[in-house]
């Protein structure tokens, strides 16, 4: 019987399994279209998790070898959008095969049911193995205790409270896990990457009291917002802190977050929340140049406590802008964000060393748009070529017409 070569694929590791698989294709669909100029679907991305690596991984189908190199050559972590790739990781990248072997025509796995079965097997095959952990590490705990113990009968007895304790402690742990997952799934993941905490704020229906979320960092400022705060200080800190955000690389606000990172809310009704959202508007109106509503976004987010209620967490996010000028709050004074911390208002010095920085970035970001469409105009030049061939053998076979392929770049 023939043979086929294997299908033209695309491997891609450390994806973020915080995100559902869903969001997770519908963002290599739009890298691999509106990016690499590969047109494809979400029928030619197979996403599947890694148990081993903790992480999401995705095969993407490419219509041939040529758009294969292309994505494995081109692709890097700056090309991606933002929540893509799990925090804390790189981006993997590399050619897919299907098996080293030869295989039947009929029996080339390029449907999404048989990936779909063959993940189904790695999962069952997966579960079966911690089973057998499991019970491995109750049979070692069962002759540790044995050495320690000299009456066979008072062992046995030691062995049935172990197992029994064990059991209801797994249950128990169990039952708090799927409790907690009811209430919120993405509460758990909060604590562990604090550099994404304000794109994972953005998926979570309330936070709760004293709950902690990490530390403070370049993209992340954390107010308490207590006492008179919103009536006398709010509307200061909103004006330096976006300014500085804006001239930096973007970040976010949280209003009721004390500086340890816990959680402590402010008591806000309709009424009061309306207010607020009018002073932040007015005071991002009032920096110059002007910021367009589309770039900075205002939600109230709830936190559970059995005691007050209303209490919220304001969060105010300001996206990076790619621009030469530099904002100035309404307070009249430059400011940046470094490391955690506020600097500023600048002196004649410092601005100018910062323009000349962000004149440098525009540069290095043009050049490196042009290296990326040069390559894709190449790989795009290479298969026009090898269709002009193939077309132009077709045509002597039938007779003497001609035809020319003419790219213009």
Do not use: W
């Not at 929540?83 to 897919?96: H, N, P």
């Not at 500023?344 to 748009?369: S, V, W």
């Not at 190449?378 to 193939?390: F, P, R, W």
């Amino acid at each position: 019987m023939s043979t086929v070569a294997a299908p033209c694929a695309v491997f891609m590791g450390n994806l973020n399994n915080v995100r559902r698989k869903c969001e997770v294709c519908s963002m290599i669909v739009y890298v691999f279209n509106d990016v690499l100029g590969i047109n494809i679907t979400k029928d030619n991305v197979n996403i599947s998790s890694s148990y081993h690596c903790n992480c999401f991984t995705a095969t993407i189908f490419v219509p041939n070898e040529i758009y294969q190199k292309l994505a494995v050559q081109t692709l890097n972590q700056s090309m991606l959008p933002s929540g893509l790739i799990k925090e804390g990781r790189k981006l993997r990248i590399d050619y897919f095969r299907a098996g080293h072997e030869k295989q039947n025509v009929g029996t080339v796995l390029t449907s999404a049911a048989e990936i779909n079965n063959q993940n189904f097997n790695d999962e069952i095959k997966m579960i079966n193995y911690k089973k057998k952990r499991r019970r491995k590490k109750k049979r070692t705990d069962g002759q540790g205790n044995t050495s320690l113990v000299q009456s066979p009968v008072i062992n046995s007895a030691s062995q049935g409270i172990n197992k029994h304790q064990s059991t209801s402690n797994e249950e128990e742990l169990s039952e708090g896990i799927k409790t907690d997952a009811s209430n919120n799934a993405n509460l758990l993941e909060l604590h562990n990457n604090a550099d994404s905490i304000a794109d994972q704020l953005d998926n979570v229906d309330y936070l709760k009291k004293n709950q902690q979320l990490g530390n403070e960092t370049r993209k992340l400022e954390f107010k308490r917002g207590g006492g008179s705060y919103l009536k006398n200080i709010l509307k200061t800190d909103v004006g330096t802190y976006m300014s500085a955000f804006l001239n930096s690389s973007g970040g976010t606000l949280l209003i009721g977050v004390d500086d340890e990172g816990f959680v402590q809310g402010i008591s806000l009704d309709h009424k009061a929340e309306d207010k607020v959202r009018r002073d932040i508007d007015g005071v991002m109106r009032r920096i110059e140049p002007a910021v367009l509503p589309n770039i900075y976004s205002v939600s109230f987010i709830p936190v559970q406590d059995k005691i007050q209620c209303n209490l919220k967490v304001i969060k105010i996010t300001v996206g990076a802008v790619k621009t030469k000028m530099l904002y100035e709050s309404p307070g009249g004074g430059v400011f940046i964000r470094r490391d955690g911390s506020i600097q500023g208002p600048l002196k004649t010095k410092d601005l100018q060393e910062l323009c000349h920085m962000k004149l440098e970035e525009e540069f290095e970001r043009k050049e490196a748009d042009l290296k990326k469409q040069i390559k894709i105009l190449e790989c795009q030049l290479e298969d026009a070529s090898l269709g002009h061939n193939s077309t132009s053998s077709v045509h002597s076979a039938n007779g003497n017409r001609k035809s020319t392929v003419c790219v213009v770049i």
